[in-house]
T-cell receptor, first 111, second 110 residues
Framework: KQEVTQIPAALSVPEGENLVLNCSFT??????LQWFRQDPGKGLTSLLL?????REQTSGRLNASLDKSSGRSTLYIAASQPGDSATYLC??????????FGAGTTVTVRA | DGGITQSPKYLFRKEGQNVTLSCEQN?????MYWYRQDPGQGLRLIYY???????QKGDIAEGYSVSREKKESFPLTVTSAQKNPTAFYLC?????????FGQGTRLTVV
């Protein structure tokens, strides 16, 4: 069974600081890894998708890396802003097409 | 607009009643999923379906049922056997390798 773990569970930083969010998974047989953002009471917004053959993806201030062999991914958010405050979720699609999630990292960026 | 539509946004259920949550997608995606989210917790997989007329149990399927009679629709029924149904329910679909989500249904037992 695929287990996805996100560390830390919560993070509070002053505006302008860089954010580093970690995700680990137990079964390296994955199709892809996807990072999502969730605002309170809302659905999920996709941020970045890394396919299993890729090492990283970038979008604006966001960069995600994937090391499939060690079962790890890291999401970097540069120059954080108060609008970045949200819960960030990591998800993997395994070879049996199950989509498994971590518990998330709740980020607070202080103005 | 292409996307996933969940309805209703809020749902109240009396104890002992079955209720059905709707999930419709016009993205022509094959795979669809139902998740439950409790406050401060991650998403737990209830059921998923890779093709029409086929579906598999996820990690917490007890007390729930689904059907997949059409590619675009994957309704979830919360039965009276589900002892603690109050939660936020999210539906998703996958095309190729990317997952897309609806805006969720918040179910409350009164």
């Amino acid at each position: 069974k695929q287990e996805v773990t996100q560390i830390p569970a919560a993070l509070s930083v002053p505006e302008g600081e860089n954010l580093v969010l970690n995700c680990s998974f137990t079964d390296s047989a994955i199709y892809n890894l996807q990072w999502f953002r969730q605002d309170p009471g809302k659905g999920l917004t996709s941020l970045l998708l890394i396919q299993s053959s890729q090492r990283e993806q970038t979008s604006g201030r966001l960069n995600a890396s994937l090391d499939k062999s060690s079962g790890r991914s890291t999401l970097y958010i540069a120059a954080s802003q108060p609008g970045d405050s949200a819960t960030y979720l990591c998800a993997v699609v395994s070879n049996d097409y199950k989509l498994s999630f971590g518990a998330g990292t709740t980020v607070t960026v202080r103005a | 607009d292409g996307g996933i539509t969940q309805s209703p946004k809020y749902l109240f259920r009396k104890e002992g009643q079955n209720v059905t949550l709707s999930c419709e997608q016009n993205l022509n995606h094959d795979a669809m999923y139902w998740y439950r989210q409790d406050p401060g917790q991650g998403l737990r997989l209830i059921y998923y379906s890779q093709i029409v007329n086929d579906f598999q149990k996820g990690d917490i399927a007890e007390g729930y049922s689904v059907s997949r009679e059409k590619k675009e629709s994957f309704p979830l029924t919360v039965t009276s056997a589900q002892k603690n149904p109050t939660a936020f329910y999210l539906c998703a679909s996958i095309h190729g390798v990317e997952a897309f989500f609806g805006q969720g249904t918040r179910l409350t037992v009164v």
